[in-house]
């Protein structure tokens, strides 16, 4: 909690820093520490009756409420301001009334929430569960420093220049990595695992709970002590001097971990200046670039959504140590100076050591020598002794987890028909956002006009209406909602063959590659993901539906692979799974994703291929979209993996297929499976 501190003291000590990201796992108060951060903020002068908080020495010329010549002042609290993950955008950057702007040329503008937190915070709680359309608002405001409200020609423009401060449970999902970008600082939050600190955890709750106000009371006074320092530390501030060689080593920095792009130097460098000022320093020393780098930079390192975020200290330290000079102005200086470093850390003042050591570098590779798993020939022999520690075992013959081939772009798997689900990139979907299709009247209020529709409806009625001057006379029912189709996030099951017959030839490294690849897919079009394996006796759930790409990267990574194939059971399991995600959330269509070589084998006396086709046209009578992607190998196919593909009503796919840049067949639908998919898949193979 140290450095969830020390984040949230620097961004109140300068809002320039640019705000906070915290991570960390559920229980463990990331929101109540940001919302004790109110409490901290010093008072704000504002513009009396002004709803957009305009600042009376320099107030916004093109504030709504302006013009605001000699306005008054007043002080009151810094807000913060809390934006639900389920909020509309009308709430979120304010409400225009259409009909009065139509008919009587009067911008009626209701302020949303962006108003509200104007020269406050602007707090999210599960900000990795936002919506996309909020997000790319959060994006527009944040980079120009104002909300822009567009309806049909008429515009209302207002200050919005806030602290984004966001929480999330990185099991849940990760953040795009435009708004991840947009946090200044970032901290990994975990709760304690010493048994006193827990203990004093319990005993500070319950003393809340039985007496608010004087457990508050206890606190009060060390709550203004630390209320007084920010403010000293804002007054220190522009007085703080950035060196050349602190400015070198910032520099320095940022180019050897290979952040993209400039923020991070500026980041950076705010970050170190109110250090300082924190501090109580007019001088950036190098522990103050070392405190501002673990900080900054983590999560400006991620090259995919399967990066853990982190920093290597040894190598900080190390470039650090290059490019270090001394700061603190001195003209009789030796030209060469010995930087005079605390190598313990920050001196002074609440800090922590940033995000643990990773013990591997951001560019750290495979450890050399291990040879990536490939296919053997056909009747070849297999390795008696795989590589990897061994798995825990649940029948003869099973092998350890083998490494992920390296994943590839994939193509495009869509769920035909159009649906009304969560807003994503991946099937079409009547949606909020995207082209305009048509017209209809509005369901309660009314968020994306029509204009041609709208006044196609109130022309008619003109006359009668007592149209006398230039204007519209419109009505509410003359008001016509604009029907948008866009794209939406599906939930995509995977169903993934561990069974030994998958483990021959060692090809379960490419076929983890593959569903790994389908993972990377999944995340940038914004799907929730789910996992099912089969081997052995049965099948099991590894994973059940989440938006957590990672958690079911790192599920299949650890997935050992031997035993029978009962194909029916993960069939029958991947069955169960859907039924009860259709109560949960009925409106998010499935993708089924079978990834197998269509073998089955069962008990004895048992046709284990004649039950997982009838597991498989359960999930064809429900309407599932599915893809069967076929890991069969060798010179002689025996083409299981078609024949269960025609059983689920959908399509096969080889791995080869499966590349965006394979030349064997083009981006395809799902429901080219409906008619001729063996012909289809045959030519293709042909090709």
């Not at 955008?89 to 009909?99: F, K, M, P, S, T």
């Amino acid at each position: 909690m140290d450095d969830l501190r020390l984040a949230l003291l620097l961004n109140a000590v300068s809002p320039a820093v640019g705000g906070v990201l915290v991570r960390g796992e559920k229980g463990t108060a990331k929101s109540t520490a940001v919302r004790a951060l109110a409490a901290l903020m010093p008072d704000v002068d504002v513009v009396a009756d002004c709803r957009f908080s305009c600042a009376p020495g320099a107030p916004d010329p093109g504030c709504p409420d302006g013009p605001h010549d000699a306005a008054s002042a007043t002080a009151r609290p810094a807000r913060m301001v809390e934006l639900p993950v389920g909020a509309s955008e009308d709430r979120l950057v304010g409400a225009l009334d259409i009909e009065r702007a139509l008919a009587d040329g009067v911008k009626a503008f209701e302020p949303g929430l962006l108003a509200d937190a104007h020269r406050g915070v602007l707090y999210v709680d599960e900000v990795n569960l936002l919506h996309d359309h909020l997000v790319d608002l959060l994006l527009d405001a944040a980079a120009m420093g104002a909300s822009y409200v567009e309806r049909e020609g008429v515009s209302v423009r207002h200050a919005a220049r806030f602290l984004l401060v966001g929480t999330m449970n990185p099991e849940e999902g990760e953040l795009r990595p435009q708004l991840l970008d947009r946090f200044g600082l970032t901290v990994e939050v975990a709760a304690s695992r010493e048994p006193e600190q827990r203990v004093e955890v319990v005993r500070r709750r319950l003393a809340y709970d039985d007496a608010p106000a004087a457990f508050a009371a206890r606190w009060a006074d060390e709550e203004a002590t630390l209320r007084e320092r920010i403010e000293t530390a804002r007054t220190l501030l522009p007085r703080v001097e950035l060196g050349d060689a602190a400015l070198r080593q910032i520099a320095a920095t940022c180019a050897a971990f290979e952040v993209d792009g400039m923020r991070a130097d500026i980041v950076m460098a705010r970050t170190a200046t109110a250090l300082a000022a924190w501090a109580g320093r007019t001088d950036v020393r190098e522990d103050d670039v070392r405190q501002a780098a673990l900080l900054a930079l983590p999560h400006r390192r991620r090259r995919n959504p399967f990066d853990a975020p982190g920093l290597d200290e040894d190598k900080l330290d190390e470039t650090l140590e290059q490019f270090g000079g001394d700061d603190r102005p001195d003209p009789d200086a030796d030209p060469d100076p010995d930087p005079d470093t605390d190598p313990s850390g920050p001196d002074g003042g609440p800090g922590g050591g940033g995000v643990p050591p990773q013990g591997q570098g951001p560019d750290s590779a495979p450890p050399a020598g291990q040879p990536e798993p490939s296919e053997s020939p056909a009747g070849q022999p297999e390795p008696s002794e795989p590589a990897g520690p061994p798995a825990a075992s649940t029948g003869p013959g099973e092998r350890a987890a083998e490494r992920a081939a390296e994943p590839f772009r994939t193509k495009v798997l869509s769920v035909p028909g159009l649906g009304e689900g969560a807003a994503g990139r991946r099937s079409r979907a009547r949606t909020e956002h995207g082209r305009t299709t048509g017209a209809r009247r509005p369901r309660g209020m009314l968020t994306k006009l029509h204009l041609a529709a709208t006044v196609r409806a109130a022309a008619p009625h003109q006359r009668a209406r007592g149209r006398s001057g230039p204007g519209l006379v419109v009505r509410r029912d003359d008001l016509r909602q604009a029907a948008r189709e866009g794209r939406e996030g599906n939930l995509v099951l995977f169903v993934v063959d561990a069974s030994g017959s998958m483990a021959a030839r060692r090809r379960m490294s490419s076929v983890k590659g593959a569903v790994l690849s389908l993972l990377l897919d999944a995340y940038q079009r914004r799907d929730k993901v789910g996992l099912v394996t089969f081997r052995g006796t049965g099948a099991e759930v590894a994973l059940p539906p989440t938006s957590s790409v990672d958690a079911a990267a790192a599920r299949l990574e650890e997935l050992p692979t031997g035993g029978r194939t009962p194909l029916a059971a993960g069939l029958l399991k991947a069955h169960d799974v859907l039924r009860v995600e259709r109560l949960r959330d009925p409106s998010r269509r499935p993708l089924l994703v079978v990834v197998t070589d269509g073998r089955a084998t069962g008990a004895r006396g048992g046709d284990a291929l004649a039950l997982a086709g009838r597991a498989a046209r359960l999930h064809a009578a429900e309407g599932t979209a599915s893809v069967v992607v076929d890991c069969e190998a060798g010179p002689v196919r025996l083409g299981l993996a078609g024949n269960l593909a025609r059983d689920l009503g959908g399509t096969a796919v080889t791995l080869d297929e499966l590349r965006a840049d394979s030349i064997a067949g083009l981006v395809r639908d799902v429901r080219a499976a409906t008619t001729g998919t063996d012909s289809t898949v045959r030519n293709r193979r042909a090709a």
